[in-house]
């Protein structure tokens, strides 16, 4: 892990300062005459200087400027790679086909991103929990909820990092000197720091969102990254209960039309960031949408997802793009995913990057009642999101039918979306025979990546995981 001085963190947070004040919306509302000079003694003086930091966490520019370290669309290229939802026309770079055919390695060039860029982001998290504990310049209430809000941001980057490569160093301090030489902690280890984050959050937070829109966490963003923790730790009460007390809050409700689920204030959105590229909107419309018509997509969905569809289901339509290529002997019609639509930032429609949604929360909802034997309940969540795709009530009566078609619709209704395809697979214990039956070249350690090596040559307390040594 790279060591990052004090002072290139607070450089970093004027930089990330400038970004929010002169983007296109505004995440934070930073109080009049912010510091213009940030040092180790003043960073934390009072709430000006706290929320730049703060803004600096959440703003969504390009990298490397910092910031939000989910906003260089790695995660979901990737994992769809792995899995069954993406292929990649890409010939000159072997990283992306050694994410398709499981041929990565720890020299792979697209794994320190997946490995730093968490650290990363944890680094600042780090610091304002650090410099608000117990800070005599700042209310209780203002301690308390941004207590809060990190916590679930540092959750978020452990949730991946422990789902992409197992049991990783956990750091949750900024004395790199005395950390960067930790050994990886044990899956359990880093699910208990994720759950105890989670569970302080929910404590801290009120239902109510600290600014406008949906684009800083609640009560409910916690309840809900609760509940997907709790299910894929396969404790399904406790993430039934979770999804239940979002699902009637009444604060969220499905937006009937696929096409604005993404944009800036849905009425799905749990939790979504401002995307305030100067250049582009996110990385996902940048790395899948061809930029003119006729245009090779670099990521074409498989023909395994568009089978996946149902006849009539308005997800194709509005969230899966087609590209008409001339190959030289005749036409040939390309797929690509289009959740994420604009690449240029003065298009009149506003687009958010999306962190939970209700859509998700639904089907982890049922996918938990149907395990816990509450199949009633199940079929009505799943039934629910398939109105919202046009498709009529799912035929599913037993228990296995039933979490197989909510399963099916997690494909259909997530893909390209956090990786979730990815780790379904494999929390499942599915991952082998689905994907055996697409692509050659699968073995039961690929379900998780290598620690990359610039890691392992940093740090002599790091060690590999099984089959990549």
């Known amino acids: 892990m790279k060591n990052i001085s004090f002072s290139a963190f607070a450089m970093m947070i004027l930089l990330l300062s400038a970004v929010m004040t002169t983007g296109c919306k505004k995440l934070i509302e930073i109080p009049a005459n912010p510091p213009t000079e940030i040092t180790q003694t003043e960073q934390f003086a009072d709430s000006a200087s706290v929320m730049a930091a703060v803004a600096g966490i959440y703003s969504y520019p390009v990298p490397p400027t910092g910031g939000f370290t989910f906003n260089d669309g790695n995660l979901s290229v990737c994992t769809g790679l792995s899995s069954d939802e993406l292929s990649t026309t890409i010939t000159y770079v072997s990283d992306e086909l050694e994410f398709y055919s499981y041929g990565l390695n720890a020299f792979d060039g697209a794994l320190p991103a997946l490995w730093g860029n968490p650290y990363q982001g944890v680094y600042p998290v780090n610091a304002v929990l650090a410099g608000i504990a117990n800070n005599s310049g700042l209310s209780a209430s203002f301690v308390t909820q941004i207590t809060g809000e990190m916590k679930i941001v540092r959750a978020l980057y452990y949730f991946d990092l422990v789902n992409l490569f197992g049991g990783v160093p956990l750091i949750t301090s900024t004395a790199y000197a005395n950390s960067d030489q930790l050994g990886r902690s044990s899956q359990d280890s880093i699910y208990a720091q994720i759950l105890s984050d989670l569970t302080d959050a929910q404590q801290d937070l009120t239902p109510s969102y600290p600014s406008s829109g949906h684009l800083r966490p609640n009560l409910y963003t916690a309840k809900t990254f609760l509940a997907k923790v709790y299910l894929y730790r396969q404790q399904w009460q406790l993430a039934y209960n979770e999804a239940d007390t979002v699902i009637n809050s009444g604060l969220y409700s499905l937006t009937p039309n696929p096409n604005n689920v993404f944009l800036d204030g849905s009425s799905e959105a749990i939790w979504q960031l401002p995307a305030n590229a100067s250049y582009m909107v996110t990385k996902e419309a ?35 793009g087609t590209s008409v290529v001339n190959t030289g002997t005749g036409n040939d019609t390309l797929y690509y995913p289009y959740k994420y639509k604009n690449t240029n930032p003065s298009s009149p429609t506003v687009e958010d990057f999306m962190i939970f949604r209700l859509g998700e929360l639904y089907l982890i909802h049922a996918e938990a009642a149907a395990e816990l034997g509450n199949l009633g309940t199940a079929q009505s969540d799943l039934n629910t999101v398939r109105a919202r795709a046009g498709l009529a009530a799912s035929t599913a009566v037993t228990q296995q039918q039933v979490l197989s078609a909510i399963m099916h619709e997690r494909q259909t209704e997530l893909f390209c979306e956090w990786g979730n395809r990815w780790q379904d697979l494999k929390r499942t214990g599915t991952a082998g025979t689905v994907l055996s039956a697409e692509k050659t070249g699968w073995n039961a350690t690929d379900t998780l990546y290598p620690v990359p090596n610039v890691q392992l040559q940093l740090n002599s307390h790091l060690t590999q995981n099984p089959g990549y040594n």
């Open 286 to 320: 940048q790395n899948y949408v061809p930029y003119a018509p006729g245009v090779v997509p670099y990521y074409p969905v498989t023909a395994n997802l568009i089978n996946a569809f149902e006849t009539g289901d308005q997800r194709l339509q509005d969230w899966i």
